[in-house]
C-alpha cells in the first residue's frame, strides 16, 4: 500500500526543539515534491515547508516558521524530515506530510493542498509550558 507515515510528535515546552520524520512506503519519491502541513484546532491546514524534488531541491517556508524550521528530504531512505527549532505555543497543532509528482515550481503550489495526491495521517505536536 502507498502511504506516508509520520513520527516525532509530542509535548515540549516553548523555546524547545522537535524534529518530526516522514516515512514513505511503496512511494518513489525522488523526483516528488515533499511538503509539511500543520492544523490548529478549529483552523484550516497551512502549508509550513516544502522541499522541491529538482538537484537544487529548493525549499520554502511559511514566514511564521522561517528561521526556525528546517525541512529536509533523503531520497534513499524514502524521507522527509521537518527540524523545528525555538518552538512557540502557536506551533501547536497536526503536522502532516505531503507529497505528489509535478508539482508546479514556486511557493504558492508548494502551499497548495490540492497539490498533493498522498497524505500522512498525521503527527500532534504541543507546545505548552
Known amino acids: 500500500q502507498k502511504r506516508l507515515v509520520e513520527s516525532g510528535g509530542g509535548l515540549v515546552q516553548p523555546g524547545g526543539s522537535l524534529t518530526l520524520s516522514c516515512a514513505s512506503s511503496?512511494?518513489?519519491?525522488?523526483?516528488?515534491?515533499i511538503a509539511w502541513f500543520r492544523q490548529a484546532p478549529g483552523k484550516e491546514r497551512e502549508g509550513v515547508a516544502c522541499?522541491?524534488?529538482?538537484?537544487?531541491?529548493?525549499?520554502f517556508y511559511t514566514d511564521s516558521v522561517r528561521g526556525r524550521f528546517i525541512v529536509s528530504r533523503n531520497n534513499p531512505a524514502g524521507m522527509s524530515y521537518l527540524q523545528m527549532n525555538g518552538l512557540k505555543p502557536e506551533d501547536t497543532g497536526i503536522y502532516f506530510c505531503?507529497?505528489?509528482?509535478?508539482?508546479?515550481?514556486?511557493?504558492?503550489?508548494?502551499?497548495?493542498?490540492?497539490?498533493?495526491?498522498?497524505w500522512g495521517q498525521g503527527t500532534q505536536v504541543l507546545v505548552s509550558s
Open positions: 522541499v522541491g524534488s529538482s538537484d537544487r531541491r529548493p525549499t
Open positions: 505531503a507529497t505528489a509528482p509535478a508539482v508546479p515550481p514556486g511557493q504558492n503550489s508548494c502551499f497548495r493542498r490540492q497539490s498533493y495526491q498522498y
Open positions: 511503496r512511494l518513489d519519491l525522488q523526483d516528488w515534491t
